[in-house]
């Protein structure tokens, strides 16, 4: 999981540049190859690379533009749309850990490696039914009226490299207060083999339960918090930056949440070390949601405020500021039409 989110950043310049459709095939085609070259290697640091790295990656390429494409088809029920495609892939995460250790006794990890990387071979045919519906950004900002900047080497990379998302505050404020709040994140799911303020109280409590159908419950809890988070990300990206900027802004989001993601187990391994229990790693855990959760409360007031704005000194400033991030670019305005996929 690290490495599809370490990997984000650059999933969304190829996002951009190649298409949803030529990315997700590419790290589709990358994670077959890792898991297939992962089922012959017999040494653990071969295995870090053709599995950490090579099977990672691709998953990451091939993750990414799953969300983006989304918000081609849709617009009032993203988050419908994007709840829907997370449950399915849920239903795999909790049947396939029992069907494949079965699969492992019986045929070993090899075999079973090789099992796995025929799912990313479908993954593969599957990622051709992506139709994109808005056109590229790059695309879009090759149509300069200065053409002798687009030889320059600093124009290309700053068309390819979309940092202006961060220009926006609400963006800013979103995406720096998600990483925050999942410093914690990892701990409860590691350790343990509709808000982040829910997600921090789940955590805090775990040390106190007395039984294990107690830990199943606030496993459950867990999860509902987690369904809440994932399903929202994609729509509120879309919200904040428009549709032409979405798939970096959700790289950068993805790029910033890997850090505190992955330093989060370590550190509780560490408190273990030190205190030989986990009860304080679980409270500490629970603090970084809280406070990121605290943080976001500030993202649609300071989006409203902004708006209200604009509007004050131009009237029908709003939308012509939906057009310069791209929502008019092959989109369909909310109230312009009744349909979710754009003209």
Not at 301 to 318: A, F, S, V, Y
Request: proline letters at 6%; aromatic letters at 12%.
């Amino acid at each position: 999981m690290g490495m599809i989110f370490f990997c984000s950043p650059i999933v969304s310049i190829f996002t951009d540049w190649f298409g949803c459709r030529r990315t997700a095939m590419g790290g589709a085609a990358m994670a077959f190859i890792g898991l297939l070259s992962s089922s012959f290697t017999k040494s653990l640091e071969l295995r870090y690379f053709t599995y950490g790295i090579v099977f990672g990656c691709g998953s990451s390429f091939a993750f990414q533009p799953s969300l983006v494409i989304l918000g081609h088809y849709f617009k009032r029920r993203l988050g419908l749309a994007n709840g829907v495609m997370t449950a399915g892939s849920s239903v795999f995460s909790i049947t396939m850990p029992f069907l494949f250790k079965k699969i492992e006794k019986t045929l070993g990890l090899a075999h079973t490696l090789q099992i796995l990387s025929v799912f990313m071979f479908i993954q593969i045919l599957l990622s051709l039914t992506y139709k994109p519906l808005l056109p590229l950004p790059s695309a879009e900002e090759t149509r300069t009226p200065d053409k002798t900047e687009n030889l320059n080497c600093l124009h290309q990379c700053r068309r390819h490299l979309n940092l202006r998302v961060f220009r926006k505050v609400t963006y800013r404020v979103w995406a720096f207060g998600i990483a925050t709040a999942v410093l914690g994140y990892f701990v409860p799911y590691v350790h343990l083999v509709a808000s982040f303020w829910m997600l921090g109280l789940m955590s805090i409590t775990i040390p106190l339960c007395n039984a294990f159908e107690g830990v199943i419950v606030v496993c459950i809890f867990l999860g509902l918090c987690d369904g809440c988070f994932i399903t929202i990300m994609a729509p509120i990206a879309f919200e904040l930056v428009g549709p032409l900027k979405a798939s970096q802004a959700i790289g950068f989001l993805l790029g910033l949440m890997a850090i505190p993601m992955t330093a989060g187990p370590p550190i509780a391994g560490i408190l273990f070390d030190c205190l030989g229990n986990y009860r304080m790693a679980f409270y500490l855990a629970g603090i970084p949601p809280i406070v990121g959760g605290s943080v976001l409360f500030f993202v649609p007031l300071i989006h409203n405020r902004i708006r209200q704005r604009q509007e004050k000194e131009e009237p029908g400033t709003d939308r012509m500021l939906l057009a310069s991030e791209g929502v008019l670019n092959g989109e369909v305005l909310p109230g312009n039409s009744n349909t979710d996929v754009p003209a």
